[in-house]
C-alpha cells in the first residue's frame, strides 16, 4: 500500500513540477508582452503627443492673434504614468499655468486642446455643445474663422449647439424650432445663404 501512494504522490508532484513549469513560461510570455506593448504604448503616446502639441500651438496662436502655449508631461518620465499640464500666454500677458487665465481664455485654450485633438484624427462630424457661450463678440468672431479654417482644411461638417447670433451669422444652414401657433412646435431649417439671395431681391 505504501509503494503504490508513493507512486501516486510522485505522479502528483511530477503534474505540479509541469504545472509549475508552464506557469512560469506564462508568466515569462506575459511579461514580454507586457513590455512590449508598453513600449510600442510608449513611442505612439510621444509621436501622437507632439503631434497635438503644435496643433494646439497653432490654433492658440489663431484663437488669439498671437501669444504661445505648449502642453507639458508632468510628474513622471515615463509618459504611461506622467500627467498633462496646459502652459498659455495670451499677448501681452505671461506664460502661466491654463488655471490661471481668465473665463473666456480658458474657455479660448481649451477649445484650442479639444480641437487639437480632433485634428489629430479628424472624423465626417464634430458636434460642439455651447462652446462659443462663454464668449464675447470678438472672441466669438475668432472660434466661428478657426471652425471654418478646419472645415475648409479637413472637410469636416461641424454642428454647433448655439444660441448666439453671431455664430448663427458665420452658419450655412440653421435647425431650429418655432411656435408660430401657442402648443404648436415646428421644426425649421435655413440655408443662409439662400435667405440672403432672397432677401436681397425682395
Known amino acids: 500500500t ?9 505522479k502528483k508532484i511530477e503534474k505540479m513540477v509541469n504545472d509549475k513549469i508552464d506557469v512560469e513560461k506564462a508568466i515569462l510570455k506575459l511579461r514580454e508582452t ?15 503627443f ?12 489663431q484663437f488669439f492673434d498671437g501669444g504661445k502655449a505648449f502642453l507639458k508631461m508632468v510628474g513622471s518620465s515615463d509618459p504611461l504614468l506622467s500627467g498633462l499640464e496646459v502652459f498659455a500666454s495670451p499677448p501681452g500677458k505671461k506664460m502661466n499655468a491654463l488655471s490661471l487665465l481668465s473665463g473666456g481664455e480658458k474657455t479660448m485654450a481649451a477649445t484650442a486642446l479639444i480641437l ?5 484624427n479628424p472624423s465626417p462630424i ?14 466669438i468672431e475668432k472660434f466661428c474663422r478657426v471652425i471654418k479654417k478646419i472645415n475648409y482644411d479637413t472637410s469636416t461638417k461641424f454642428v454647433i449647439i448655439t444660441h448666439n447670433p453671431i455664430s448663427m451669422a458665420h452658419m450655412d444652414r440653421l435647425y431650429g424650432v418655432t411656435m408660430a401657433e401657442t402648443g ?5 431649417s435655413i440655408k443662409l445663404e439662400e435667405a440672403q439671395k432672397l432677401r436681397e431681391v425682395s
Open 2 to 10: 505504501a509503494e503504490n501512494e508513493a507512486k501516486e504522490t510522485n
Open 34 to 48: 507586457i513590455s512590449s506593448i508598453n513600449k510600442e504604448g510608449r513611442e505612439k503616446i510621444n509621436k501622437c
Open 50 to 61: 507632439d503631434s497635438v502639441n503644435q496643433n494646439f500651438k497653432n490654433l492658440f496662436t
Open 116 to 120: 487639437a485633438v480632433f485634428l489629430q
Open 126 to 139: 464634430c458636434v460642439l455643445d455651447e462652446v462659443d457661450a462663454p464668449l464675447d463678440d470678438i472672441n
Open 184 to 188: 404648436i412646435s415646428k421644426l425649421i
